[in-house]
């Protein structure tokens, strides 16, 4: 639906916009007011999906803003592993493409949140980079 706009900001909110009336038709604040660093839509709008600065995939439901569930993008197993800050995300029909700051690009499976394939790019130390379908 096109008389709606998503932001996210470092705030800790998701607002959803409704463009004619010129306001804020919902809001909700991300879980311990993480900082948001990227978000889009997914299952043809039934869900936003936000990207945050400690590397969660927090899905919400568009009708009501309301939590989903979330997906934790780390590298590695075990106690070692450590989050990374979402970078981008993008779906496309049953799939999420998120990109991260480890240079890692991970193609996740929307129907059961399951990761289908992990891919290494160059590692980059100085720039925000998004991948796309």
Do not use: M
Request: aromatic share 12%; net charge positive; proline share 2%.
């Amino acid at each position: 639906d096109d008389r709606y706009f998503l932001s996210g900001s470092l705030d800790g909110k998701l607002r959803l916009w409704h463009i004619p009336e010129k306001k804020v038709a919902l809001w909700n604040e991300v879980e311990g007011g993480k900082l948001v660093t990227t978000l889009t839509f997914a299952r043809n709008g039934k869900f936003a999906v936000v990207g945050t600065y400690d590397g969660r995939c927090i899905f919400y439901t568009t009708d009501q803003l309301k939590y989903h569930t979330q997906i934790d993008v780390k590298s590695g197993h075990g106690k070692n592993s450590r989050p990374h800050k979402i970078t981008g995300l993008e779906s496309f029909q049953d799939k999420l493409l998120v990109t991260s700051n480890d240079s890692r690009i991970r193609l996740y499976d929307l129907r059961d949140l399951s990761l289908t394939c992990k891919y290494k790019g160059y590692t980059n130390y100085s720039s925000q980079i998004r991948a796309t379908f």
